[in-house]
């Protein structure tokens, strides 16, 4: 079913991870999770958890993450769109690994909501490479290889890193060529400042 873009938008604060493969995203995402309560999404884990399911169009999603390329717009929208209606009740979203390029922000925020900040996990392609690599030995995935790291690392140079310009000043880029704590207490103060500039603005009466 294509992605219907009539439909109304959600009333709860969005933030988007966004950052290279292996830059520490999923990891970070999993300690913002227990902290505070908000639902997590990864877009890649509801590719391939659509692959698992053997979907008709399971084989066109795994080929395309083979190669290390962007799937299409309205999987990825429908996807998105149907994880936060089953869990309509979070108290916000954690949207992992999304935008991947300028107009699948743009779609989100026109029919689906707004976000009210990026988190940036910057590092550099050696080290993801490396992360990649290390965890190539078991994750099993189908895209953890030399080959197909290369071309993530092209895509993302490519179509993502032009999000954190366009989004500007709801970015907030973090360094994560650091430990998982020491990039942790960063991500920490950032969820304070939100909490604190949201609740003084009372956010979602003024967005909609
Ligand atoms: P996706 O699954 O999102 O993969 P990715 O963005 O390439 O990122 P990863 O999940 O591999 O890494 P991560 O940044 O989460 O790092 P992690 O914490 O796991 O996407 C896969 C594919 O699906 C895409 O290529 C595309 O084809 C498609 N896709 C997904 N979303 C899409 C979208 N919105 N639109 C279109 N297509 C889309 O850590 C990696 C490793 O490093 C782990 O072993 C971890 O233990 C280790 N590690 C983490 N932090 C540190 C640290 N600080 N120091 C040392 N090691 C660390």
């Given at each position: 079913m294509a992605f219907d873009y009539r439909r109304k938008p959600f009333n709860r604060p969005v933030i988007f991870i966004l950052g290279g493969p292996g830059?520490?995203?999923?990891?970070?995402c999993e300690k913002i999770v227990k902290d505070y309560g908000y639902h997590h999404m990864s877009t890649g884990d509801l590719l391939r958890d659509e692959v698992k399911r053997?979907?008709?169009?399971?084989?066109?999603?795994?080929?395309?993450?083979?190669?290390?390329?962007?799937?299409?717009?309205?999987?990825i929208?429908?996807?998105?769109?149907?994880?936060?209606?089953?869990?309509?009740?979070a108290?916000?979203?954690?949207?992992?690994?999304?935008?991947?390029?300028?107009?699948?922000?743009l779609q989100f925020e026109k029919s689906i909501a707004r976000c009210i900040s990026i988190m940036y996990f910057e590092c550099t392609n050696e080290e993801m490479t490396k992360?990649?690599?290390?965890?190539a030995k078991t994750s099993g995935r189908v895209d953890d290889n030399a080959e197909t790291i290369k071309?993530?690392?092209?895509t993302f140079e490519e179509q993502t890193k032009p999000v954190v310009k366009e989004w500007g000043r709801r970015v907030r880029t973090i360094n994560a060529m650091r430990g998982v704590d020491d990039i942790y207490r960063d991500v920490q103060t950032h969820m304070r400042?939100?909490?604190?500039?949201?609740?003084?603005?009372?956010?979602?009466?003024n967005y909609y």
């Open positions: 830059s520490g995203k999923g990891t970070q053997g979907s008709k169009r399971a084989d066109c999603l795994k080929q395309t993450m083979a190669e290390g390329k962007l799937v299409s717009q309205d999987v929208l429908e996807l998105v769109r149907d994880e936060m209606d089953r869990s309509r009740r108290k916000g979203f954690i949207i992992d690994g999304f935008p991947r390029d300028i107009p699948q922000g992360r990649l690599m290390g965890r071309k993530r690392l092209h400042n939100l909490q604190m500039y949201h609740a003084q603005n009372n956010w979602y009466c």
